[in-house]
């Protein structure tokens, strides 16, 4: 595919098929025009873009200088952009600087905190192989639409105490809201709703369940801001995750470096996540901060309350310049997949152990597993935001049966909670 590089009066549109075929692509025309670029990233929407990994650093860092608060810049922007329920204003950890900031993220860490490593690793093994054998006598499948998506979503909903009938509109809305497309709000809006009731039901009917945890912290939320931060977790917690464990599969099917070894066993779920947290992270642009005041960041200069993101694929991918923090970095702990700074993204850890555990349980149980189709012709989801196919077609040697011992850890309750819940937020 040729672009050619925008003019100062044409920012690169980061949505579309055309992005979505081939974002590094845009990546290194965006960085050839220095560390921060102007983009579009929905008709009528423009923002700066941060390519460069020190800067990227630099402005996650910098609570000085530059806020999380976008309701300034939302004045400006359209009330129907597809993009407002990603970036728009809620009273949330995301959108909020100093002690209010604290305050919510407070609650969020520890309520994430009841979730056990042991009890999640458990019960993501469970749920893997109630969805494998719902297709493993088929001899193909859809690693998205049956497993990817609907393993982080039974977690979460589980954990949180999403009534069963209302998990299909958790997934809807958050998938909607992260596509940026013409329903989005309405995604967001139904999202928000589904939440609302459970906060509610909850406030009259307390559970073991996260939610139940989360509107007795010592924070205080009220309904909105419980409602508000679940949605939160929600978004940040279920499609990264599903974003992750596909293209990590992806990348061990697709990949002959990693395909040949996956049948030899020598390329393990880990370093498939690492090669795409680097590479391809599930979230692709985000990282919202708007400038206090008029500044010059890394030589380019920006108005007060202009939107800037950060490309954490476009960072993470840069060749760096020596003596930079980026020239030092080494390892899976470098990269900024989870962001840096006091936004950092609060669920890594049960992301990861969910990914490592979805990938090793597939790829385990159906051990011949290759693409239905060429890579090439896979499809990626549109939208600025994220990195991840629509659909992951693919083939195996069909199974008449799982084995009996999974089949009955795969039967064994349907709603199990991967976390330590009971009595009050601090017992």
Known sequence: MSLSAPSPHEPLALYGPDFAADPHG????????GPVARVRIAPGTDAMLVTDYQAAVDLLRDTDTFTKDPRAWQEGVPADSPVLPVLGYRPTAMFTDGAVHARYRDAINDTLGLIEPHLLRAEVSRVAQQLIGEFSATGTGDLIAQYARRLPLHVFTASFGVAPRDRRRIVLGVAGMMDSAAGAADAYADLVGVVADLVADRRARPGRDLTTYLLGHPAGLDDDEAVRQITLI??????????????????????????????????????????????DPPIANLGAHYPRHDTEFHGVPLRAGQLVLVSFAAANTQSPPAGSDAAA?????????????????????????????????????LCDLELAVDAAELIWRPGPFHRAPAHLPVRFTPLDTLPEQDIRRASEGADHVPARVGGTPNG
């Open 26 to 33: 845009h990546y290194r025309r965006l960085r050839a025009q």
């Open 234 to 279: 929600m978004s940040a917690g279920h499609d990264p995750t599903t974003n992750l464990i596909g293209n990590a599969l992806l990348r061990m099917l697709g990949d002959a470096r990693h395909g040949v070894s996956l049948h030899g066993g020598a390329t393990t779920a880990q370093d498939a996540i690492a090669d795409v947290l680097w590479r």
């Open 329 to 365: 970095r080494s390892g899976d702990g470098a990269h900024l997949a989870w962001s840096t700074g006091p936004h950092r993204c609060p669920a890594k850890q049960p992301a990861l152990l969910m990914a490592i555990t979805a990938i090793e349980q597939i790829t385990s149980q």
